[in-house]
């Protein structure tokens, strides 16, 4: 009987938000609006499907835990517990990136379902897993670029610098403390710049962004991959990313993480990339060199990804992953 890949990928059920019946309403105007945001969960199964496609490896999506053939290899990617609700076959799953938030939320996972790598994009959020599932129980898969969507575009614009806001915590706080300063450093050198805001966008406004930047600010807390710093750097745009090295998630109390722990805003990433910094002091002293260097085109942030993260190496990891579980 032969071997067959099957990819499980499902979404939460729209829920009302306010009133009864809302979400009805809300999926018609997102209808109107003819802009489709794919979510970064979503985006890591299309990619990883564009991946086998252009390897040439078969795969079935969705398909009904019932037509599960004994000798079938599963992977089922988040959103959330129900990609996995009613298996009740013997076959060994490789599960992740987003059915829990963190691993006290689904603490007995690798008891209820066959489960036999729990996957994660980087080494700082696979510790996590692997600090609460056991040593190995977490293997890690960074999803692949799309390089020749995201690639750079010949254009005779005046290119700005993109400043990329995506606080995930104290907002205000981080507005105030961080990207006001920023804006307010970058105005008072004439240096010209824009701001996008992450879940305010498409991909194809992001990219026509991109297409216009000679470099990207970064700012998030923290990122298990950050498609869209890497998204940059595929069209060949240089990062300077703040990469303060904690993960901040309030939570971190209410799923018992007492002590810091260490995280990455930038998880792929070396000195031909761009550079990083801790803060605004450092940011200040750090960003005209950064700048010297963007204008005299010495960074390679694209080469970076054509080395490390395009959709033909994230999937030949995921083959080395499936070798490793099912034989």
Sequence with gaps: MQE????????????????????????FIKFLSGKKKIGSLERVFLNL????????????????????????????????????????????????IGLMTHPSNWPTLFKDYPIATYLQHSEWSAAIYNRWYGPNSSKIWPVGIDTAYWQPQNTAAQKTILVYVKFLWDRELNEENLLKPILKFLTQNKIDHRLITYGNYILEEYKEQLTNSKAMIFLCEHESQGLAYQEAMAMDVPIFAWNQGLWLDKNLPAWGETEPVAASAVPYFDETCGD?????????????AFYTNVEAHAFQPRKYILDHLTLEKSTARMLEIIKEVYQ
């Design 4 to 27: 067959r890949l099957l990819l499980y990928f499902k979404k939460p059920k729209l829920t009302d938000r306010w009133i009864y019946g809302d979400r009805y309403l809300r999926r």
């Design 276 to 288: 990083t910094f801790k803060n605004i002091e450092e940011f200040e002293r750090k960003f005209p």
């Design 49 to 96: 499907c564009k991946g086998l496609e252009l390897l040439g490896i078969p795969y079935h999506k969705n398909l009904p835990f019932s037509q599960i053939r004994s000798n079938d290899r599963i992977i089922a990617l988040g959103m959330g517990p129900q990609v996995l609700a009613g298996y009740n076959q013997p076959n060994k799953i490789i599960a992740g």
